[in-house]
């Protein structure tokens, strides 16, 4: 009688652990371990739309972020979108003071928008004080996020991901106004300007365009950050 009893009790035991068993199985997501993710089939493809920003913004724009407030930028993190066509603006920011008024500043890429307010501050307006002899009182650009291909390409510009900025001309403190159209192959001191700040800007950015590299640039000077850099004309 007390074998039998003991081989009810481990019958018993063991339908008990199959049913326990059976009802975990039955909770598939309670078996993935928490912090995996399980491998889909076929990749996911991101939403040719607008999309809601991320609850945290990746570690590079992040970084980025604290360079900007290192270097007293007051600036506004934007929500990434998707516009469709290839068209976006991820990880992007808009200035709102760099210490020398700019206009047309839309959306930009964090590290372009870190770029462009160290080239303001530290290049542009040295040399206008070294060569004209005058402040910086306004930068005045032909905008920075735009949904279009580079001109006479079906390639999309880096404007379209907010990655590119248009600098157009330099208002001073003493009433001039400095246009690259005029100035590029204006008097000497405006050209030794003008040339300085190209120089500088082509140790920031990935690509810098001015009035020597085609027709399209011939009123002003192209930023951008895409590609491996080092491309300056």
């Known amino acids: 009688m007390e074998k039998r009893a003991m081989s009810n009790l481990r019958g018993a035991a063991t339908a008990a652990l199959l049913a326990s068993m059976m009802t975990l199985a039955g909770c598939g997501g309670d078996l993935v371990p928490r912090g995996k993710v399980a491998r ?33 930028v007051n600036f506004q993190p ?27 500043l839309g959306a930009m890429t964090c590290n372009l928008a870190a770029n462009f307010a160290a080239w303001a501050r530290y290049a ?33 510009s880096e404007h379209a991901h907010s990655n590119a900025i248009d600098v157009s001309a330099f208002v001073l403190s003493d009433g001039r106004r400095i246009t690259v159209q005029q100035g590029w192959h204006g008097d000497r001191q405006t050209r030794q300007f003008l040339s300085l700040i ?36």
Do not use: W
């Open 40 to 72: 889909a089939s076929k990749p996911v493809r991101a939403p040719a739309r607008a999309t809601r920003p991320p609850s945290q913004p990746a570690l590079e724009t992040r970084q980025c972020f604290a360079k900007l407030q290192s270097q007293s």
């Open 78 to 104: 934007l929500p990434d979108r998707n516009f469709g066509g290839g068209c976006s603006a991820i990880g992007s920011v808009k200035l709102l003071d760099i210490g020398v008024p700019a206009t047309g």
């Open 124 to 156: 542009v307006q040295p040399a206008a004080r070294l060569v004209l002899g005058a402040e910086i009182e306004k930068i005045e650009t032909f905008g920075t996020y735009n949904c279009r291909p580079i001109a006479g390409s079906a390639k999309l």
């Open 198 to 233: 190209h120089a500088s800007a082509c140790k920031r950015f990935n690509t810098v365009l001015s009035p020597d590299y085609n027709a399209a640039h011939h009123d002003h000077f192209h930023f951008d950050m895409g590609g491996r850099g080092g491309f300056c004309r």
